[in-house]
């Protein structure tokens, strides 16, 4: 089972799927509280058996340790799921690895590395018909490149979303990507409010 998460900053966090057992406890991913009750949790599945149960185990670890600030131990941890994960049986799961890294990378400040992960993570949704996962993690690439300045590559990728979502009518993320692709050109006028998660947040993978 799959969810995923959005987040600029750690209160904006909120599970998009039914599945509410580890997104619930991500409502405020500020309070500590809520951040130590899901790690206890993920460290008590430790002892899970099969490789989807330790990928999942690797992967969330991953994404809890990037929410919390502690970037060094979430690109171990999703480097972990990645190596547990196979190109051939699991190519989309590599992909949502890929993202979830990326994201990691690029709060770090390794631009280049993020870019590189983002674009594989692309091709790979794209390539096995994920297209919901690919426009999520073009709207992150997008903001990647944005934060880098090359604003023209940026505008191609937030297009490139849009057009996803157009196509899957999904009318909140069409006006993010409008309010995304606005900023981009410095137009705020035309800008409307919209609850998380949306394509003006990162998005992350997670999984059960």
Same mark, same amino acid.
């Given at each position: 089972?799959?969810?995923?998460?959005?987040?600029?900053?750690?209160? #904006?966090?909120?599970?998009?799927?039914?599945?509410?057992?580890?997104?619930?406890?991500?409502?405020?991913?500020?309070?500590?509280?809520?951040?130590?009750?899901?790690?206890?949790?993920?460290? $008590?599945?430790?002892? /899970?058996?099969?490789?989807?149960?330790?990928?999942?185990?690797?992967?969330?670890?991953?994404?809890?340790?990037?929410?919390?600030?502690? &970037?060094?131990?979430? !690109? /171990?941890?999703?480097?972990?799921?990645?190596?547990?994960?196979?190109?051939?049986?699991?190519?989309?799961?590599?992909?949502?690895? &890929?993202?979830?890294? /990326?994201? !990691?990378?690029?709060?770090?400040?390794?631009?280049?590395?993020?870019?590189?992960?983002?674009?594989?993570? !692309?091709?790979?949704?794209? %390539?096995?018909?994920?297209?919901? &996962?690919?426009?999520?993690?073009?709207?992150?690439?997008?903001?990647? *490149?944005?934060?880098?300045?090359?604003?023209?590559?940026?505008?191609?990728?937030?297009?490139?979303?849009?057009?996803?979502?157009?196509? *899957?009518?999904?009318?909140?993320?069409?006006? /993010? *990507?409008?309010?995304? $692709?606005?900023? *981009?050109?410095?137009?705020? %006028?035309?800008?409307?409010?919209?609850?998380?998660?949306?394509?003006?947040?990162?998005?992350?993978? !997670? #999984? #059960?």
């Amino acid at each position: 089972m799959l969810f995923w998460l959005a987040a600029c900053q750690p209160t #904006e966090v909120e599970p998009v799927s039914q599945t509410q057992s580890f997104g619930s406890l991500f409502v405020n991913g500020s309070d500590k509280a809520a951040v130590d009750a899901f790690l206890l949790h993920m460290r $008590l599945s430790a002892s /899970a058996r099969s490789t989807q149960e330790q990928v999942a185990y690797y992967n969330n670890l991953g994404v809890a340790a990037d929410l919390t600030g502690n &970037y060094t131990q979430a !690109v /171990a941890y999703h480097e972990q799921a990645l190596a547990l994960r196979s190109p051939l049986s699991d190519p989309t799961g590599m992909a949502r690895s &890929y993202n979830n890294l /990326a994201i !990691v990378y690029r709060l770090q400040g390794k631009q280049a590395e993020a870019l590189t992960l983002y674009a594989q993570a !692309v091709n790979l949704f794209d %390539a096995h018909g994920q297209t919901r &996962y690919s426009a999520y993690t073009l709207g992150n690439y997008a903001q990647a *490149l944005q934060t880098q300045g090359d604003l023209q590559a940026a505008r191609e990728k937030y297009m490139a979303a849009l057009h996803i979502w157009e196509n *899957l009518q999904d009318a909140t993320q069409i006006a /993010a *990507l409008q309010n995304a $692709l606005a900023m *981009l050109s410095g137009n705020t %006028a035309g800008r409307v409010t919209i609850d998380p998660p949306t394509q003006g947040d990162i998005i992350r993978f !997670v #999984e #059960e």
